[in-house]
C-alpha cells in the first residue's frame, strides 16, 4: 500500500487542490460572462467608460472572457488527469493561462483607477504562482 503520508503524496494533493480551486474559479467566472454577457457587459462599460480603456471594452470582454474559460477548462481536464494519470501537464498550463487573465484584470483594474478591485486580484494572483511551482515537473 503506497505511504500516503509522503512528501510525494503531499505534492499529488496539492497538485489536485489548486487546479480543482482554478477550475471552479474561472469556469464559474467565465462561464457568468457567457451566460450573463449582456449584463457583464454593461458593467465593464460603465466601469471603463472614464478610462483609456473605454472605446476597448468589447475585444477586451472577449479577451477575457476566452482566458477565463480556458483556463478553468484546462484546469478541470487537468484536475482529472492527476487523479487518473498523475500527470501535471495540462493542469500546468491551465494556470499559466489563469496567470495571464489575471495579468490582464489587474492591468484594467488599474488602468481605470480601481486600486481595490486591482488589490483584491494580489491573493489569486499569489495562489497562480504556487500552483505553477506546484504543478511543474521537478
Request: proline fraction near 4%; charged fraction near 10%; charge should be negative.
Amino acid at each position: 500500500m503506497p505511504n500516503v503520508h509522503s512528501p510525494d503524496a503531499a505534492s499529488h494533493i496539492l497538485q489536485i487542490l489548486v487546479s480543482a480551486f482554478l477550475a471552479v474559479l474561472f469556469l464559474q467566472s467565465g462561464i457568468d460572462k457567457v451566460v450573463d454577457r449582456r449584463g457583464n457587459r454593461a458593467y465593464l462599460d460603465e466601469h471603463f467608460a472614464r478610462s483609456p480603456l473605454a472605446g476597448t471594452v468589447g475585444p477586451m470582454f472577449i479577451v477575457i472572457t476566452i482566458l477565463e474559460v480556458s483556463a478553468g477548462a484546462l484546469s478541470a481536464v487537468g484536475c482529472a488527469l492527476l487523479l487518473l494519470t498523475h500527470d501535471s501537464v495540462v493542469a500546468y498550463l491551465g494556470a499559466v493561462v489563469a496567470g495571464v487573465n489575471i495579468i490582464a484584470l489587474f492591468f484594467g483594474q488599474r488602468v481605470s483607477k480601481d486600486y481595490a478591485g486591482a488589490a483584491a486580484l494580489v491573493p489569486y494572483f499569489l495562489l497562480v504562482l504556487s500552483a505553477i511551482y506546484v504543478l511543474a515537473e521537478h
